[in-house]
């Protein structure tokens, strides 16, 4: 599924080695399913990647994201620059673990 958003199949293999790589088709999937366009989970899929990286810098296990995790994440993106502000509620929710 991640090849459709990525016109190289080493960026989509980079994707799928980050920490949120095994998520990353079942999100594509849950987005376009809701009816978010292409555009839009492909920018929601950079930003998970952006996430990962994050999430491994600060030595965060997948099992420890809770809504501060996020909140901290989003708040600095925001502060950057390399979030807009209509992206946040989607990637709130696409962030947000299920249980």
């Known amino acids: 599924m991640l090849e459709q958003f990525f016109k190289s199949a080493l960026t989509a293999h980079r994707y799928r080695s980050n920490l949120l790589g095994p998520y990353l ?12 366009k292409w555009p839009t989970v492909r920018t929601q899929l950079v930003l998970l990647g952006t ?8 030595e ?8 501060q995790t996020i ?6 993106q925001k502060d950057q620059g390399r979030l807009h502000r ?7 929710y ?3 673990p299920n249980d």
Do not use: P
């Open 25 to 36: 088709d079942s999100f594509s999937d849950s987005l376009l399913g809701l009816g978010y």
């Open 51 to 58: 996430f990962g990286r994050w999430l491994s810098q600060n």
């Open 60 to 67: 965060i296990v997948v099992r420890d994201l809770n809504n």
């Open 71 to 76: 909140d901290t994440f989003l708040k600095e």
């Open 86 to 92: 209509s992206l946040t509620t989607v990637t709130h």
């Open 94 to 96: 696409a962030l947000t």
